[in-house]
T-cell receptor, first 114, second 114 residues
Framework: AAGVIQSPRHLIKEKRETATLKCYPI?????VYWYQQGPGQDPQFLIS???????DKGSIPDRFSAQQFSDYHSELNMSSLELGDSALYFC?????????????FGPGTRLTVT | AQSVTQLGSHVSVSEGALVLLRCNYS??????LFWYVQYPNQGLQLLLK??????LVKGINGFEAEFKKSETSFHLTKPSAHMSDAAEYFC????????????FGAGTRLFVKA
């Protein structure tokens, strides 16, 4: 079965650079979520999109922005990167009218800021 | 505010012994409850979930959890631990309102001794 695809899987950037993370949800899933998991931390919700509109917002820094495109894939744009942005970034998707609200997680993108 | 509390950041059991990982939640609306497992440098894998119906839910790898509304708990158990169970376990709650974001507990690292 198709899963959530995230690219790249690993990314190394320097401070003050910009990074773009991509997420391709499972086909026919219309909702995408982004989470950030710092070293030894639990995943923290950043932002979500439903039908290409932002549906909820969590602890996402102003330096970050995200959007969902017409094909439902999503991109997380991160500017002015800081050392503290080094983390594993997960994307998750869920299908329309999900009665279980189960989110299907991708493998994550590991961002290292040096 | 909704929250998830996992009692014990580290749990150590012997191979073949009972595994019990504790999770309590607080939610102003009926929650949907999940347990995820994360192996080192990997993504989140769903173990089991509770949405409605039977309060005892069975998941993969022999794990099960019981939803107890009166205790606001959703503890994870496995009768007999296996070495391959060593991992980080996250209890999570997804709210059935708003953007359906998932809130994770801090995680419990399970160690299995031979």
């Amino acid at each position: 079965a198709a899963g959530v695809i995230q690219s790249p899987r690993h990314l190394i950037k320097e401070k003050r650079e910009t990074a773009t993370l991509k997420c391709y949800p499972i086909p026919r899933h219309d909702t995408v979520y982004w989470y950030q998991q710092g070293p030894g931390q639990d995943p923290q919700f950043l932002i979500s999109f439903y039908e290409k509109m932002q549906s909820d917002k969590g602890s996402i820094p102003d330096r970050f922005s995200a959007q969902q495109f017409s094909d439902y894939h999503s991109e997380l744009n991160m500017s002015s990167l800081e050392l503290g942005d080094s983390a594993l970034y997960f994307c998750a998707s869920s299908p329309p009218l999900a009665d279980s609200y189960e989110q299907y997680f991708g493998p994550g993108t590991r961002l290292t800021v040096t | 505010a909704q929250s998830v509390t996992q009692l014990g950041s580290h749990v150590s059991v012997s191979e073949g012994a009972l595994v019990l990982l504790r999770c309590n939640y607080s939610s102003s609306v009926p929650p949907y409850l999940f347990w995820y497992v994360q192996y080192p440098n990997q993504g989140l894998q769903l173990l089991l979930k509770y949405t409605t119906g039977a309060t005892l839910v069975k998941g993969i790898n022999g794990f099960e959890a019981e939803f107890k509304k009166s205790e606001t708990s959703f503890h994870l158990t496995k009768p007999s631990a296996h070495m391959s169970d060593a991992a980080e376990y996250f209890c999570a709650v997804t709210l059935g309102t708003g953007g359906f974001k998932t809130i994770f507990g801090a995680g419990t690292r399970l160690f299995v001794k031979a």
